[in-house]
């Protein structure tokens, strides 16, 4: 235990607020996605199960696969002594077919699209996202939530990505990377850890060692010869012998376990979306108050587009009204464009519809977005500007949400396919999008400034771009 700080003196005002996700046997769960009858079932994926074959490795097993001692890695071989194949002993009087499990061999750019569907949702719900491999991504959510909303936030994107694209996530949320990481392993599958600043020396104390970010199995064993078998033993452990006996990594596990990682999660990917939302206190019909909720939250998407020199082509809206039905709207543009009170007017336009009905809550999102400028190598991207212009977002939240719920889509437009226009007030809106600059001239600024907008969306408080009604 940490014998040297007072509980919450890690609580300093700058700690970030990171989240990892970890897609629960992540191959397994997308064979499972195209054929439920494994829903369930023991069930290994890898290559080398063809009949008779036995070279090969296991890519990954289900929960209920582990359960037999079978894990990825593991040579094909000793999988199948573990857990035979059901289709070699489903004829055998001799063996247990309930003792058997199936096997599927690797596809992976089957696992890749769906991959790609997590992502774009991640992407969706956070300003920085780092997508580290198929399965996994840490996201900085700090100017998105704070740390009382953490785990209902959590908890919803695990829901979202269930219910979207029908496979499980573990969430970790934590002050720093490397915490955040043990936290979404901590209770896998479908874990849900948050662990609040000034929680973390008590979260890690107990832990085995080799739980600790960048502790393997030799290092956990090289630590227990020096009596160091939990994160908490390593936390208060000599440095310098940790330093001695394993050089600079010594330092940075001894540091992990303390909970100090300076590491920030820097982008990779590009965003199909952006979107905020905010939560009413209890649903109101006041129209003064949805209408600055919504120039709230438009202005803070905005000024995140801006940051990430992203143009948009599609400004849509979500009302959700009580029970919980959700109702999306989106206008598309005739073409990309970086204009903040375009994305306000549209906003609160589409808002129009919704006049008199009691809301819980509302959101705004600019979608078909582009790259055309700016900073690329700072978003690290894969992707090209023209493809991220291309992308359809049909796996978002906010799509699926309205396919699923959505009662007169009458306005409504997926990303990537045509619009249903006829707005009579949204008259007007060609001329100025095409009197927008499509070059990207607007300098990008610093910083997105989305917490502020935020706390002005949570009270309620209008901004600056009341002005800008005038010109509706
Ligand atoms: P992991 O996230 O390590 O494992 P997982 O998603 O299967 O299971 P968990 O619930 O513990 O997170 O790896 C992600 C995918 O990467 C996994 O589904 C298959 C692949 N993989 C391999 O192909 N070989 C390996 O040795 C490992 C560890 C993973
Ligand atoms: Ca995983």
């Given at each position: 235990?940490?014998?040297?700080?007072?509980p919450?003196t890690?609580?300093?005002?700058g700690?970030r607020?990171?989240?990892?996700v970890?897609?629960?046997?992540?191959y397994?769960?997308?064979e499972?996605l195209?054929?439920?009858?494994?829903?369930g079932e023991?069930?290994?994926?890898?290559?080398?199960?063809?009949?008779?074959?036995t070279?090969?490795?296991?890519?990954?097993?289900?929960?209920?696969?582990?359960?037999?001692?079978?894990d990825?890695a593991?040579?094909?071989?000793?999988a199948?002594?573990?857990?035979p194949r059901?289709i070699d002993?489903v004829?055998?009087?001799?063996?247990?077919?309930?003792e058997?499990?199936?096997?599927?061999?690797?596809?992976?750019?089957?696992?890749?699209?769906?991959s790609?569907?997590?992502?774009a949702?991640?992407?969706?719900?956070a300003?920085?996202?780092?997508?580290?491999?198929?399965?996994?991504a840490?996201?900085d959510?700090?100017?998105?939530i704070r740390?009382?909303e953490?785990?209902e936030w959590?908890?919803?994107l695990?829901?979202?990505?269930?219910d979207?694209v029908?496979?499980?996530?573990?969430v970790g949320v934590?002050?720093?990377?490397?915490a955040?990481?043990v936290?979404?392993?901590?209770d896998?599958?479908?874990?849900?850890?948050?662990?609040?600043?000034?929680?973390?020396r008590?979260?890690?104390?107990?832990?085995?060692v080799d739980?600790v970010?960048?502790?393997g199995?030799?290092t956990?064993?090289?630590?227990?010869?020096?009596?160091?078998?939990?994160?908490?033993d390593?936390?208060?452990?000599?440095?310098?012998?940790?330093?001695d006996r394993?050089?600079?990594r010594?330092?940075?596990?001894?540091?992990y376990?303390?909970?100090?990682?300076?590491?920030?999660?820097?982008?990779?990917?590009?965003p199909?979306?952006?979107?905020?939302?905010?939560?009413?206190?209890?649903?109101t019909?006041d129209?003064?108050?949805?209408?600055?909720?919504?120039?709230?939250l438009?202005?803070?998407?905005?000024d995140?587009a801006?940051s990430?020199?992203?143009l948009?082509?599609?400004?849509?809206?979500?009302?959700?009204?009580?029970?919980?039905d959700?109702h999306?709207?989106?206008?598309?543009?005739?073409?990309?464009?970086d204009?903040?009170?375009?994305?306000?007017?549209?906003?609160?336009?589409?808002l129009?519809?919704?006049?008199?009905d009691?809301v819980?809550?509302?959101?705004?999102?600019?979608?078909?977005?582009?790259f055309?400028g700016?900073?690329?190598?700072?978003l690290d991207?894969?992707?090209?500007a023209?493809g991220s212009a291309?992308s359809?977002?049909?796996?978002s939240s906010f799509?699926r949400?309205?396919?699923?719920?959505e009662?007169s889509?009458?306005?409504?437009t997926?990303?990537?396919?045509?619009?249903s226009?006829g707005?009579?007030?949204?008259?007007?809106?060609?001329?100025?999008?095409?009197?927008?600059?499509?070059?990207?001239?607007?300098?990008p600024?610093?910083?997105?400034?989305d917490?502020?907008?935020?706390e002005?969306?949570?009270?309620g408080?209008?901004s600056?771009?009341?002005?800008?009604?005038?010109e509706?």
């Amino acid at each position: 235990m940490d014998g040297e700080r007072l509980p919450g003196t890690q609580t300093d005002d700058g700690a970030r607020i990171v989240t990892h996700v970890d897609m629960d046997c992540f191959y397994a769960a997308c064979e499972r996605l195209r054929e439920p009858a494994l829903d369930g079932e023991p069930l290994v994926v890898g290559m080398g199960f063809e009949p008779g074959e036995t070279i090969g490795a296991v890519a990954t097993a289900s929960y209920e696969a582990r359960e037999y001692g079978v894990d990825s890695a593991m040579a094909i071989s000793e999988a199948l002594e573990r857990l035979p194949r059901k289709i070699d002993v489903v004829d055998d009087p001799d063996r247990d077919v309930d003792e058997a499990g199936f096997y599927r061999p690797v596809d992976m750019s089957y696992y890749e699209s769906v991959s790609s569907e997590v992502k774009a949702i991640l992407q969706e719900r956070a300003d920085v996202v780092r997508e580290v491999s198929i399965d996994e991504a840490y996201l900085d959510v700090s100017d998105e939530i704070r740390w009382e909303e953490a785990e209902e936030w959590a908890e919803q994107l695990k829901s979202d990505i269930e219910d979207a694209v029908g496979v499980a996530a573990s969430v970790g949320v934590a002050p720093t990377m490397s915490a955040a990481k043990v936290a979404s392993d901590h209770d896998k599958p479908d874990g849900l850890v948050v662990v609040e600043p000034g929680e973390v020396r008590d979260f890690f104390a107990d832990l085995p060692v080799d739980e600790v970010h960048g502790v393997g199995p030799v290092t956990a064993a090289e630590l227990s010869s020096l009596g160091i078998e939990t994160a908490g033993d390593l936390a208060d452990a000599d440095p310098d012998t940790l330093a001695d006996r394993f050089g600079e990594r010594g330092m940075e596990i001894y540091r992990y376990a303390r909970g100090e990682d300076e590491r920030e999660v820097t982008p990779r990917g590009l965003p199909k979306s952006l979107s905020r939302e905010s939560a009413f206190a209890s649903a109101t019909s006041d129209e003064d108050a949805k209408r600055d909720r919504v120039r709230s939250l438009a202005d803070s998407v905005a000024d995140r587009a801006t940051s990430k020199d992203a143009l948009y082509q599609t400004i849509g809206i979500k009302v959700v009204t009580p029970p919980y039905d959700v109702h999306t709207r989106a206008h598309s543009l005739p073409g990309p464009v970086d204009e903040p009170s375009l994305v306000e007017e549209v906003a609160l336009d589409l808002l129009e519809e919704f006049e008199g009905d009691r809301v819980r809550k509302v959101g705004v999102r600019v979608s078909k977005l582009s790259f055309s400028g700016g900073d690329q190598s700072s978003l690290d991207g894969f992707e090209s500007a023209a493809g991220s212009a291309e992308s359809a977002d049909s796996t978002s939240s906010f799509e699926r949400e309205r396919s699923s719920h959505e009662t007169s889509p009458t306005n409504a437009t997926t990303d990537d396919g045509p619009v249903s226009e006829g707005q009579a007030s949204l008259d007007g809106f060609e001329a100025m999008a095409d009197g927008a600059d499509r070059s990207d001239d607007d300098s990008p600024t610093d910083s997105t400034g989305d917490g502020a907008d935020d706390e002005a969306a949570e009270s309620g408080r209008s901004s600056e771009g009341q002005s800008t009604l005038g010109e509706f």
